[in-house]
């Protein structure tokens, strides 16, 4: 079935630092790909996402680009902040099911 | 602000207590869903209504018994519970209809079973 792997964390880096979360996928055909980010005691919050290969997604200066040959969609940010600092889910739309499938969470603490 | 509310955020309960927890999406989705996260497990799909109708229920206990009542309001009826059940859970919605489907997330409600 379809699956979506995410590098393990906690990831911890000082402000400033360059950001990298990876994200692969294992799906039948291209499903569209999403990055939410949940801030400690609330709800998840969409981040960005990218529906076709090359598509990239970009919000609040982070971008992710869907690879198709290398079936990834890795979060980056050049410049991180202390408020950055959350658990970050890569999704993938399973084209087979409807479902939503997410990877398990990476934590990211950035500190000043 | 997400456009998705719940309500209670937070929830404590014994074992034979009936509570009920309720979501409402202003958002003019056909679709909406629960999930429970739990610590240090991935989030888990409960169950999907779309058009009010339950198009999945993913071997969930009968101790949860959802309710869709129109495409706005979703509840989760909750009954005996385990303390294993303590969790927060998270109601999201969508349009439901396209490959590039966006589900949008409510708060959630940290529920405590004792």
């Known amino acids: 079935g379809d699956s979506v792997t995410q590098m393990e964390g906690p990831v911890t880096l000082s402000e400033e630092a360059f950001l990298t979360i990876n994200c692969t996928y294992t799906?039948?055909?291209?499903?569209?790909l999403f990055w939410y980010v949940q801030y400690p005691g609330e709800g998840l919050q969409l981040l960005l996402k990218?529906?076709?290969?090359?598509d990239k997604g970009s919000n609040k200066g982070f971008e992710a680009t869907y690879r198709k040959e290398t079936t990834s969609f890795h979060l980056e940010k050049g410049s991180v902040q202390v408020s950055d600092s959350a658990v970050y889910f890569c999704?993938?739309?399973?084209?087979?099911?409807?479902?939503?499938?997410f990877g398990q969470g990476t934590t990211l603490q950035v500190k000043p | 602000e997400t456009g998705v509310t719940q309500t209670p955020r937070h929830l404590v309960m014994g074992m034979t207590n009936k509570k009920s927890l309720k979501c409402e999406q202003h958002?003019?989705?056909?679709?909406m869903y629960w999930y429970k996260q739990s610590a240090k497990k991935p989030l888990e799909l409960m169950f999907v209504?779309?058009?009010?109708?339950?198009?999945e229920n993913n071997s969930v206990p009968s101790r949860f018994s959802p309710e869709c009542p129109n495409s706005s309001h979703l509840f989760l009826h909750l009954h005996t519970l385990q303390p294993e059940d303590s969790a927060l859970y998270l109601c999201?919605?969508?349009?439901?209809?396209?490959?590039?489907?966006?589900?949008?997330f409510g708060p959630g409600t940290r529920l405590t079973v004792l």
């Open positions: 958002l003019g989705h056909n679709a």
């Open positions: 990218a529906t076709k290969a090359d």
């Open positions: 209504y779309n058009f009010k109708e339950q198009t």
């Open positions: 799906a039948t055909g291209y499903p569209s």
């Open positions: 999201a919605s969508s349009q439901g209809n396209s490959e590039a489907d966006t589900q949008y």
């Open positions: 999704a993938g739309l399973s084209g087979n099911t409807g479902k939503l499938i």
